[in-house]
């Protein structure tokens, strides 16, 4: 593991894989009585939110709080760009307080790589989504969904599964981090979208490209719809809402056009009626809600291998399984921040 | 710098590059040149085999005075410049107020004559504030003390088809131009960068090259229809070139210029989200680069010019959307002319002075610039040590801001002499 995590294209699958099978390590906790773990005792873990997320805020929280980290929830809304301080003194600040790790939301692409580049700070990055660019942990949570759903192993990744992602490509940061990811997992990729909803470039991403969402659909082991902004529609990059809803929206009829162990995946929040009908939203097959829990899993897991827990992963009671197999994390800390 | 050298003798300097020769300044002007030329009592300056040029024009420079002196000054900016090789600039009119009336183009011309390292000529903006609604009174600056030529909105294209059609019609009345920055306002909202294969994957609003050509393509033919010239500002895209190049095919007086960054930077240094590469147009690809060389050495890119865009260090050191565009250039130009053009052998040091002297002033109907280097021309010129090595350090510009991509770069040549009218204002690459 490097000592940032900014972008899902940094992560070579060993990296992926270990995330994932810490990830469910970590899950094995979150079903005991008492959730928290020791590891990060001591540590302080800032989130940094310039723009707002409580659904991502919420679960980096959770995840640093069970590994016993100190929290500091900084919401600098409104305080980038042309008023107030700049991200640089904002950074400087968080440093004099003594930040061991700094999960940042921005709406600027390039925010948390200007972070962990520019020397402002000596402590971990974590993007949690960066503008349009990238927002790794919710690809490293939809890999995990997809792994437990689809294969159901550890050390696995998914080679050969068939992931169909539908929607709004130009300004997801969830599909760019998704395409590469998955990519590197193995999985075969394909976006669909209007032509307008696709950046010009594409084709030199890593996955197929299709404006025909029932063209692939029978052969997809999961569909990942995005959220689409009503506003989009403003901008012309659709006529109207109802004519995305009927070519790129998922309903029951789409969805029953799925191989049967296809699952229906969303980061949400969703737009119920627009990408996705309350009648796939709410069925067995869509994992929302799944994904939710497994996005604490995984925050946990990058943070534990970023900050190289001081403590091991597994209580480990018997001493002499010496279970503390600590996942492979590169220098302590100390040896890293010079 | 006020007491002007009586006579200079520069000896065995390569004039545009030729054999070596000696020149000999007085006056002000070229008094002769020739071998072994005996002056008594003139300063001797030993070129060595260093190549002598006519004093560089720009045609596009941001000097930020008035308004934004935490940038850059006329005082440094000129000082720069005459850093840089140049001995004329023209000063962009987005500055605050706004350059579109006769007082603020009056106020910066003399300026530049009161500190008077570089000749400085205002531009005008075309529109009033630069809002592309209603002219400028275009008259008024070019019979002003500062006798604006050249007219421009750079920052902010003239969009309005009706106003730009206007407007280069209403210049013909005293051989004006208008230097129009081609970019189509709605194909470039939010537009942080050159829009393709990166901007994709880094997620950035891209500035698609389409934004740039169809203005010209549209300007061009306006110029066509009305009998009027129009000059294109830092063209950076291969099809502008197409265009520009099948305007000129069939006779139309249409000018380009390419800035030195367009000529060898690329958007992949974008990956970097170091906003020290943001810059409007935005850096192109390779293959855009690659065209534009071509297209300055075969005369489709009539000059070079800096678009030099000072900006202070916070507008720099932030992330990349908030971040200013603009580079510095003027201290770096002649080595990134000498490195992408010269070195490649697309052009020869006269066709550098062609390019970066004789068509931008003959571009901007300057006088006493841009001229042979003969007896009898005013002595505005430039002394080069092409031989030289070495890397990039704002640390040692002029400029009041350092906010260049070139930065630990190294690049050839240097500039040691510069003379405006006979009197020098570089010594051995020292401002005096």
Sequence with gaps: MKRHLISAADLTRDDAVLILDTAEEMARFADRPIKKL???????????????????????????????????????????????????????????????????????????????????IGGSVVNAGDGTHEHPTQALLDAFTMRRRLIGEEGAGLDGRRITIVGDILHSRVARSNVHLLST??????LVAPPTLLPIGVEGWPCEVSYDLDAVLAKTDAVMMLRVQRERMNAAFFPTEREYARRYGLDGERMARMPEHAIVMHPGPMNRGMEITAQVADSPRCTAVEQVANGVSIRMAVMYLLLGGAEPARPAPAPESGAARRPHVGESRTEENH | MTEPDDKTLIRGARVLGGEPQDVLLADGTIQEIGRGIEAPGAQVVEAEGRILLPGLVDLHTHLREPGREDSETVLTGTR??????????????????VADTAGVVEQVWRLGKEHGYCDVRPVGAVTVGLEGKQLAELGAMHESAAEVRVFSDDGKCVDDAVIMRRALEYVKAFDGVVAQHAQEP????????????????????GWPAVAEESIIARDVLLAAHVGSRVHICHLSTAGSVEIVRWAKSKGWDVTAEVTPHHLLLTDELVRSYDPVYKVNPPLRTEADVMALREALADGTIDCVATDHAPHPHEDKDCEWGAAAMGMVGLETALSVVQHTMVETGLLDWAQVADRMSQRPAAIARLAGHGRPVSPGEPANLVLVDAAYRGRVDPAGFASRSANTPYEGRELPGRVTHTWLRGRATVVDGTLV
């Design chain 2, 186 to 205: 709605r194909l470039t909202e939010g537009a942080q960068m050159n829009e393709g294969t990166v901007s994709a994957e880094l997620g950035l609003a």
């Design chain 2, 80 to 97: 720069a410049a005459a850093k840089g090789g140049y001995t004329a600039v023209h000063a962009m009119a987005n500055t605050f107020p």
């Design chain 1, 185 to 190: 997992l193995g999985a075969h990729v394909t």
């Design chain 1, 38 to 120: 020791p590891t990060l005792r001591g540590r302080t873990i800032v989130n940094l939110f310039f723009e707002d997320s409580t659904r991502t805020r919420i679960s980096f929280e959770a995840a640093a709080k069970r590994l016993s980290a100190d929290v500091i929830n900084f919401s600098a809304k409104g305080s980038s760009v042309s008023k107030g301080e700049s991200l640089k003194d904002t950074a400087l600040t968080l440093e004099a307080m003594g930040a061991d790790a700094v999960v940042i939301r921005h709406g600027e692409s390039g925010a948390p790589h200007r972070l962990a580049t520019s020397g402002w």
